[in-house]
């Protein structure tokens, strides 16, 4: 692997984690009990050790649909923090800021 393949595919390894925890919990919403949203949201507590116990994902479009808006969603978060990320000191001057004096 080249320097500039691994400049891309290392730092988004992780994602690749996410997407497999998000698929994971499609999987466990998909085959929980209910008919509506609240009780399958309270059914995954009881099919999440079913779900996670292959360690394949499956092939049902949901599950990956889950997965892929999961590492999305992941991902514009953490853009975000890091895009507003100032770096201040407490209580200490940087930049030009000491050169005034």
């Known amino acids: 692997m080249n320097a500039k393949t ?7 390894i992780p994602y690749l984690f996410v997407f497999w925890i998000c698929l994971k919990l499609g999987t466990a919403y998909r085959i929980a009990d209910g008919v509506n949203i609240v009780s399958k949201l309270i059914g995954i507590g009881n099919t999440i050790n079913i779900a996670i116990s292959d360690l394949t994902p499956g092939l049902i479009g949901f599950d990956w649909l889950v997965g892929a808006i999961g590492a999305v969603l992941f991902r514009v978060v953490i853009y975000y923090k890091v895009r507003k990320a100032k770096k201040y000191r407490k209580d200490v001057e940087y930049g030009s800021a000491r050169w005034g004096a």
């Open 6 to 12: 691994r400049k891309y595919v290392i730092p988004n």
